[in-house]
C-alpha cells in the first residue's frame, strides 16, 4: 500500500490541487466497492496488532512507498518528513543521521551523542548515531511511534522510536527479487533478496544492496587536494537463519554488515548572503573552492538472535544483539581556502582555517532481552521483562592546517563506557466489549564512566590540561497509561499519558575547548488524545490526534558559537503541542490517495538559559536578547544571548506529505503513475535564533511512470526525485563565517524488478 509526501516553499498550488482530489473522492469512491484498503498491522507494543487499536499515534511505510523513496539511491535521510512530525538531517552525509520527532531531538555531532529518538533494527536498539545510518532494504516495514516509549523500549525514547523490521525468512519456499536502477550522476542502485529453503525446518535468507555515485561537486581552487566530492560507494548484506522444528519453538539469527566509501558533508564558504537567508549571488550548488581533504570511510558488523519459546500459558522471549562499527571523517569546515591574513582566500571572508576530522576506532555495543508474555484469550493480557546494555567507545578528534599543507596539527580522544539495565512489565485489560485499558512501568539504572585527553594541542589550545574524567549514574521510573474505546466495530477513540527519560550524557571535545560537559537526566511527561477509523466500506482510513509534551531538564547542545565545539546543557522546561493526522482513500479500484500532515510547537522555557551565537567572524543578524556582547580584548569573540522562548532546533512547526497512485490495467499487465510530494516549514540551525541560520521551507516532489506485467513478476519505471530541484540549506556552522550545507540534487533514472 504506497504511501508518500509533500514537501514546499513556492505556492501552495499541489496542495490544494491534492486537497481538492480528496474532497472529490467520496464521490467516486460510492461508485466503486470492489477493493479494501490492506489491513496494517504493527509491533508497537512487542504484539502484533491491527494500528487501529494501538492507542499511540504511529504510521507506517512499507512496500511501494520504500520502493520509490529508495529507487535514487539516497540514504536514510529520505524519510525525512515522509510521515508526520519527523524530520532527519545530518552534518557527516551519510554516515550519521540524526532524528527529530516532533521537534526532540539533537544537534549534537560528536560520535557519543545520544538522541531522544531511538532507532531499533530487528528488535536491537542502535544507539550509537553511526549505527542508525544503515541502508534501508529488504525491509518489511518502518514504524514510526510518535510520543515517549519509556515502558516497552526504555530509555532515550523521549521523543518516540523508529523501528524496522527486516523481511524473514520463510520455510519450505524458494522466492526472492532483484532491482536493479541507473541514473543522474551516474548512479547505480542495485539490491536483492533470496530466499532458500534448506529443510523442512530451516531455511534462509540473503539480501544485498550495493549503491554508487559519481562525484557531482567539482572543487574550482587549483590546489585543492580533493577535486571532486560528494560521491559514494555504500554496500550493505544481511543474511538470516530461522531454525522452526515446530510451531512453538523458533530461532532466527541474523548478521550483518556494511562498507562505506565517500564523502564528508560537503560545507560550503559564505553561502549566505547577510542579513538573508537566501544563497549568495551566483550561488551554484556544483560548485565550492576549497583547500582541505574530504573523505569519509565506514564499515560495521553485527548479529542478532532471536527465539521465541511458546510454553504453553507464556511465550519467551530471548533477544541478544551485537553490534560494531568504525567511521573516520574529515571534512574541509571553514568550506573555503586560504585565510585573510594570506594573499588569497575565499569565497568571502575566510578569518582562519579550520579543516577536522572525527574517527570511531573503537566500539562495541552489547544487549540482552528476556521478555515473557501471556498467551491468554481472557481480557486480561500482560508481558514484562528485564533488559541488559553494555556499550564501549573510543573516539578520535583530529585538527589540521589545511594552510600548512593539510598537515595535522591537533589530536585529542574520548573513551566512554556505559552500562544499563532495567525491568519492565505492561498489561492490557479489556473492561467490556468497547473499553479497553493499558497500563505498564519500567525501572532503568544507566552508568557512564568518560574521560577525555589532549595528546596533540591544536595552535588554538596550547596548552596540556591533563585527563579530564567523569561519570554519572542514574536511575528512573517510567511508564504509560492509556484507554481505547471502540465507537463501533470500524472506529476507536484512544488517550494516552506517558513518561519517558534520557539518561545523562557527557560531551569532552577537548580538541576545541578545556571543558567536559555532563547534562542530567531529561524526563518528559506526554497527554495525547486520538481517533483510528476506517470507513467507507473499508475504503477510508484516518487516523487523527493531539499531543502535549512537558520536558524538565532538556538536554540541549549548545553547538559553535566561537569555535567548532559542543557543550551540554539543560534547560529548566521545554513545551511543545500539536496535531497529527493520516488518511487514506481507494477512491477507484484504480486510484489510490494519500494525505498526512502534522503542526508542532515547540518553546524553550528558561529564563536563565544563555548561549553563545555566532562569533564576530561569521557576524550574523542575531534575533535573540544579547545578554553579553562578544569582547575580543578578553578572548570573547561571540555574544552571548537569551534562548527562553526560541523553538527547538531543526523543529519544523508544519509537515504536509501527499501521495496519489493512479493504475491503468492492460490485457497484459499495468501501467502506473505515482507521484509523491513531502513539505516542511522552515527551521532554526542553531538554539538561538538568526535571520542567515534559519533554513527555508523545503518542497521535494517525486514522480514514477511505470509497466507492471507478467503477474506481477516484472517492473520497469522510470522516475524522478526532487524533481523541481529545490535548492536549500538545511544546517550551517557559525564559527568561522557564513557557512552551510544543502539538501540532495534532482536525480532522473531507470529502474527495473524481478521478482520470483
Given at each position: 500500500m504506497p504511501e508518500t509526501s509533500?514537501?514546499?516553499?513556492?505556492?501552495?498550488?499541489?496542495?490544494?490541487?491534492?486537497?481538492?482530489?480528496?474532497?472529490a473522492a467520496p464521490a467516486f469512491a460510492q461508485q466503486q466497492a470492489a477493493q479494501q484498503l490492506q489491513t496494517v498491522t504493527v509491533t508497537a507494543e512487542r504484539r502484533v496488532e491491527n494500528i487501529r487499536d494501538v492507542p499511540s499515534s504511529i504510521s507506517t511505510l512499507s512496500g511501494e512507498a520504500l520502493d520509490v523513496l529508495n529507487s535514487s539511491g539516497q540514504d536514510i535521510r529520505m524519510l525525512a518528513a515522509r510521515v508526520p512530525s519527523l524530520n532527519i538531517e545530518s552534518s557527516f552525509g551519510r554516515a550519521f543521521p540524526r532524528f527529530y520527532i516532533r521537534g526532540l531531538g539533537n544537534t549534537d555531532f560528536d560520535l557519543n551523542a545520544s538522541q531522544p529518538v531511538s532507532l531499533v533494527f530487528d528488535e536491537v536498539v542502535q544507539e550509537n548515531p553511526i549505527l542508525k545510518g544503515f541502508p534501508i532494504f529488504d525491509v518489511a516495514q518502518i514504524e514510526v511511534l510518535r510520543g515517549p516509549q519509556g515502558t516497552l523500549f526504555g530509555r532515550n525514547t523521549t521523543a518516540g522510536v523508529v523501528k524496522f523490521e527486516s523481511v524473514k525468512p520463510v520455510l519450505k519456499k524458494t522466492e526472492g527479487y532483484f532491482t536493479i536502477g541507473a541514473g543522474t550522476f551516474s548512479t547505480l542502485n542495485a539490491e536483492g533478496a533470496f530466499n532458500i529453503p534448506m529443510s523442512d525446518v530451516l531455511a534462509a535468507r540473503v539480501s544485498l544492496q550495493t549503491q554508487h555515485r559519481d562525484d557531482w561537486v567539482k572543487n574550482t581552487h587549483a590546489a585543492g587536494p580533493t577535486k571532486e566530492m560528494e560521491g559514494y560507494d555504500d554496500t550493505a548484506g544481511r543474511v538470516q537463519f530461522l531454525y522452526q522444528p515446530s510451531k512453538d519453538f523458533s530461532a532466527l539469527f541474523n548478521v550483518h554488515g556494511r562498507k562505506l566509501d565517500g564523502s564528508a558533508r560537503v560545507f560550503r564558504a559564505n553561502v549566505f548572503k547577510r542579513g538573508t537567508s537566501d544563497f549568495v549571488d551566483g550561488f551554484d550548488p556544483k560548485k565550492v573552492s576549497q583547500d582541505g581533504i574530504n573523505q569519509q570511510d565506514l564499515s560495521s558488523d553485527g548479529a542478532n538472535l532471536r527465539?521465541?519459546?511458546?510454553?504453553?500459558?507464556?511465550?519467551?522471549?530471548?533477544?541478544?544483539?551485537?553490534?560494531?562499527?568504525?567511521?573516520?571523517?574529515r571534512g574541509d569546515i571553514d568550506g573555503g581556502f586560504g585565510a585573510v591574513f594570506l594573499p588569497s582566500s575565499g569565497p568571502g571572508f575566510i578569518p582562519f582555517d579550520a579543516e577536522s576530522a572525527d574517527g570511531l576506532p573503537k566500539h562495541r555495543q552489547v544487549s540482552q532481552e528476556f521478555r515473557?508474555?501471556?498467551?491468554?484469550?481472557?481480557?486480561?493480557?500482560?508481558?514484562?521483562?528485564?533488559?541488559?546494555?553494555?556499550?564501549?567507545?573510543?573516539?578520535d578528534s583530529f585538527n589540521y592546517s589545511s594552510i600548512g599543507g593539510n598537515a595535522q596539527n591537533g589530536y585529542a580522544t574520548q573513551h566512554q563506557d556505559n552500562k544499563a539495565w532495567a525491568v519492565f512489565g505492561s498489561v492490557n485489560f479489556k473492561a467490556t466489549d468497547?473499553?479497553?485499558l493499558r497500563a505498564g512501568l519500567r525501572y532503568t539504572k544507566d552508568?557512564?564512566?568518560?574521560?577525555?585527553?589532549?595528546?596533540?594541542?591544536?595552535?588554538?589550545?596550547?596548552?596540556?590540561?591533563?585527563?579530564?574524567?567523569?561519570?554519572?549514574?542514574?536511575?528512573?521510573?517510567?511508564?504509560?497509561?492509556?484507554?481505547?474505546?471502540?465507537?463501533?466495530?470500524?472506529?476507536?477513540?484512544?488517550?494516552?499519558?506517558?513518561?519517558?527519560?534520557r539518561a545523562p550524557s557527557i560531551q569532552g571535545r577537548l580538541l576545541f575547548g578545556d571543558i567536559v560537559s555532563v547534562a542530567s537526566s531529561e524526563k518528559v511527561t506526554s497527554y495525547e488524545a486520538g481517533v483510528k477509523s476506517d470507513f467507507m466500506n473499508g475504503r477510508?482510513?484516518?487516523?487523527?490526534?493531539?499531543?502535549?509534551?512537558?520536558?524538565?531538564?532538556?538536554?540541549?547542545?549548545?553547538?559553535?558559537?566561537?569555535?567548532?565545539?559542543?557543550?551540554?546543557?539543560?534547560?529548566?522546561?521545554?513545551?511543545?503541542?500539536?496535531?497529527?493526522?493520516?488518511?487514506?482513500?481507494?477512491?477507484?479500484?484504480?486510484?489510490?490517495?494519500?494525505?498526512?500532515?502534522?503542526?508542532?510547537d515547540t518553546k524553550i522555557r528558561d529564563k536563565n538559559l544563555r548561549v553563545d551565537a555566532c562569533s564576530i567572524n561569521a557576524n550574523c543578524t542575531i534575533l535573540d536578547p544579547i545578554t553579553a556582547p562578544a569582547n575580543p580584548a578578553i578572548g570573547k569573540f561571540s555574544?552571548?544571548?537569551?534562548?527562553?522562548?526560541?523553538?527547538?532546533?531543526?523543529?519544523?512547526?508544519?509537515?504536509?506529505?501527499?501521495?496519489?497512485?493512479?493504475?491503468?490495467?492492460?490485457?497484459?499487465?499495468?501501467?502506473?503513475?505515482?507521484?509523491?510530494?513531502?513539505?516542511?516549514?522552515?527551521?532554526n540551525f542553531f538554539l538561538y535564533e538568526a535571520v542567515e541560520f534559519t533554513g527555508k521551507p523545503l518542497t521535494e516532489g517525486g514522480l514514477r511512470v511505470g509497466y507492471i506485467w507478467g503477474n506481477g513478476k516484472y517492473e520497469a519505471a522510470v522516475f524522478g526525485r526532487n524533481i523541481t530541484d529545490q535548492v536549500r540549506a538545511v544546517g550551517g556552522i557559525d564559527f568561522n563565517n557564513l557557512t552551510g550545507f544543502i539538501n540532495d540534487p534532482r536525480t532522473w533514472g531507470a529502474q527495473f524488478k524481478m521478482t520470483f
Open positions: 509533500v514537501r514546499r516553499s513556492f505556492t501552495l498550488h499541489p496542495l490544494a490541487a491534492a486537497a481538492a482530489l480528496l474532497i527465539v521465541r519459546w511458546n510454553l504453553g500459558d507464556v511465550t519467551l522471549h530471548s533477544i541478544t544483539g551485537y553490534e560494531h562499527v568504525k567511521v573516520f571523517s515473557v508474555e501471556s498467551n491468554a484469550t481472557g481480557p486480561l493480557k500482560w508481558q514484562g521483562g528485564v533488559y541488559y546494555f553494555n556499550e564501549e567507545i573510543g573516539i468497547a473499553l479497553e552508568k557512564k564512566d568518560f574521560y577525555a585527553d589532549r595528546l596533540q594541542a591544536p595552535p588554538f589550545s596550547p596548552t596540556f590540561i591533563g585527563r579530564i574524567p567523569k561519570s554519572t549514574d542514574a536511575s528512573n521510573t517510567s511508564g504509560d497509561l492509556s484507554l481505547t474505546y471502540a465507537l463501533d466495530k470500524t472506529t476507536n477513540v484512544y488517550g494516552r499519558v506517558a513518561t519517558g527519560f477510508a482510513r484516518i487516523s487523527a490526534g493531539a499531543f502535549h509534551y512537558t520536558i524538565k531538564d532538556q538536554q540541549l547542545t549548545a553547538v559553535g558559537g566561537a569555535a567548532n565545539f559542543n557543550q551540554l546543557v539543560n534547560a529548566e522546561k521545554t513545551v511543545g503541542k500539536g496535531f497529527e493526522v493520516d488518511f487514506k482513500l481507494l477512491a477507484t479500484d484504480n486510484l489510490l490517495l494519500g494525505i498526512s500532515a502534522s503542526y508542532n555574544p552571548t544571548v537569551s534562548i527562553d522562548g526560541n523553538p527547538l532546533p531543526q523543529a519544523p512547526k508544519t509537515v504536509v506529505n501527499v501521495n496519489a497512485r493512479w493504475a491503468m490495467p492492460t490485457a497484459d499487465g499495468e501501467w502506473y503513475v505515482y507521484t509523491d510530494w513531502s513539505y516542511r516549514s522552515k527551521i
